[in-house]
């Protein structure tokens, strides 16, 4: 059980939505702070290692990249990586 600082709704309408740092609302009324103003319009950061935005990868398997994936599947896996792990696993 954490004990401390408790936060109302009001201090979480200070934090970003996508990440939760300090942030001010915009002209829009979205609450975020401006690197993920930013990552919204642009795009993820050449170099960040993603491939795709990470809201893609909530419906894809996160190995594969490729093969859709019910967004209720708690591994995030398709039917082939899943098999194939399995595989690694019983050798």
Known sequence: MRTGTHLSVDDLD????RCGAPAEEDA??????GSC????????????GNKYP???????CWRCEEAEVPASD???LCASCRQAIVGVRAS
Not at 14 to 17: A, E, G, I
């Open 14 to 17: 200070r934090l970003c939505w």
């Open 28 to 33: 829009k009324g979205r609450v975020l702070c």
């Open 37 to 48: 103003r930013f990552w919204i319009a642009v795009g993820p950061m050449p170099g960040s």
């Open 54 to 60: 990470l809201e893609w990868y909530l419906t894809h």
């Open 74 to 76: 708690d591994l995030g």
